[in-house]
């Protein structure tokens, strides 16, 4: 019982003293809730990027063109060769009747065009579309097959997904450098929102030494106190991670510029940041309370 | 059997001043002793020694069993629990009533609410205060101002309580006042009461313990003393 009544009291004198010193308080909370802010949008961001580029390289194809005066027995021999390498994780062969199939199935203009053209003016070759392993070491394998004899060209992605995932990062990066300058400037105003409180109880606080009060009841108080600032600073970053990320999605239908890239699902997706927005909030809250406590108590 | 025992205690300060010279004492438990001095004598260094407010640069400060000098700081409140302390200025939360202020020693601990509320009414039924539970400090005399903070210095029941100069700011009636508080608290609750003060006619008037301290130096340890300079 006696831990919780100590909790009990702590938490009382917390509340009481972030009330006390209200503009500072604000201070604080204000700043958390920037930081949060963009701590919030910048996780939001990373993980749908993350999202969307991990679908995209599910998706990335390396497109093999057969010389078109190749037999059967070169493609079995091209077949062959693509098996036997190792970041190759399956192929489908299409001979060009296929893809012209295919090609006019999908539009009534090619259709009549393709039906001009026989078996032997075709500009179809026949492919091999092969999915890999590892879509770092794309490039290393699509120079492989391009060095197989009979194989026309080789295609692929060629980077696209590459300058993406850098732009991005690039821009993941910045919006690092502003949170961790957030975070520091956030800190600083709770060691001295704290450092307040503090010099505001010193006389208590000496009291509560000699009557035999242990470091950790004396502490506490404070420690409790940033948590507070820190939770009570991650309430507006919270309702916009939850309405304006919803608002977001049905905006856009799910989808940003194209099917290809797909936004997370707002549900569980808007809980689980919103839970890590409240974690950042009151840890940078203990942080800095803990940081004024062992500077301005001296225990 | 000896509270108190104090062996070859040296204490100088950081600037290099030595307040204490070679102590040596041993005060028993339920005695009500004074450490007598002029300013400047090393009244004060040896009270905040006995509460590790202070550590001896050299030797033993043993409080009830306890290795003062060794305590580590985290674990000074242990030591802390155990006794009282009362001072010149009262040290009282002025925006907290009197049974608050006596209260918040026990609090402090995490002591049940029912138990808090026998303990303080007890104690300060004990400094003549009852009928002034719900007062603030302001509100009240130096004198009675003093009494509450007796009061929180044994609402905890100390084996020790220890005083530097109580009476330092009362006028000669209500310090003795304060001084039949005292001696009822060492008869009737057998706490041990140490009391540094340099005024005589109080001194002279108990007849208790007397330890002189002359320039950091123990000059004499007299039962039944008188003060001599
Ligand atoms: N914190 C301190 N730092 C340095 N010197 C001190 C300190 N406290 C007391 N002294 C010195 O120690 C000596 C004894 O002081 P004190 O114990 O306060 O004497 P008393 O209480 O008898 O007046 C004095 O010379 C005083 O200046
Ligand atoms: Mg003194």
Known sequence: MKPFRMLGRSIRDAVKSVIRNFSLSLASISCITITLIIVAVAIIASLNVQNFTEAIEKDMTIVVFVDNDSDEDDVKEIEKEIKKISNVEKYTYQSKQDVKAKMQEESEVFNTVLNNWNDEESPLKDTFQVKVKKIKRIKQTAEKIEKIDNVAIVRYGEGMVDKMVSAFSSVEKVTYGIVIALVLVTIFLIVNTIKLTISARKREIKIMRLVGASNITIKLPFIIEGMILGLFGSIVPVLIVTYGYLAFYKHFDGYLYSKLVQLIKPEPFIYQVSLVVIGIGILVGMVGSARAVRKYLKI | ?229
């Not at chain 2, 200025?89 to 029912?114: H, M, S, W």
């Open chain 2, 1 to 229: 059997m000896d509270l108190i025992r104090i062996r070859n205690v040296e204490k100088k300060y950081k600037n290099g001043v030595t307040a204490i010279y070679d102590l040596n004492l041993a005060i028993e438990k339920g005695s009500f002793v004074f450490v007598i001095g002029g300013s400047g004598s090393g009244k004060s260094t040896l009270i905040k020694m006995l509460y590790r407010e202070e550590k001896p640069t050299k030797g033993q400060v043993i409080v009830g069993g306890l290795d003062v000098a060794k305590l580590k700081n985290k674990k000074v409140y242990k030591l802390r629990r155990k006794l009282g302390i009362v001072f010149q200025d009262y040290r009282l939360l002025p925006k907290q009533t009197v049974f608050e202020n006596v209260a918040f020693a026990l609090e402090c601990i995490g002591e049940r609410r029912d138990i808090i509320r026998t303990k303080v009414l007890k104690a300060l039924e004990d400094v003549g205060l009852k009928n002034k539970v719900h007062e603030y400090p302001d509100n009240l005399s130096g004198g009675e101002q003093q009494r509450v903070a007796i009061a929180r210095a044994i609402v905890n029941d100390p084996k020790l309580l220890l005083c530097d100069e109580p009476t330092g700011n009362l006028d000669p009636e209500k310090s003795m006042e304060i001084m039949k508080v005292l001696e009822s608290i060492n008869k009737m609750r057998g706490t041990t009461i140490i009391m540094a003060t340099h005024d005589k006619e109080i001194v002279n008037k108990m007849k208790k313990q007397v330890i002189t301290l002359k320039d950091g130096h123990l000059v004499k340890f007299k039962q039944k003393g008188t003060y001599v300079e």
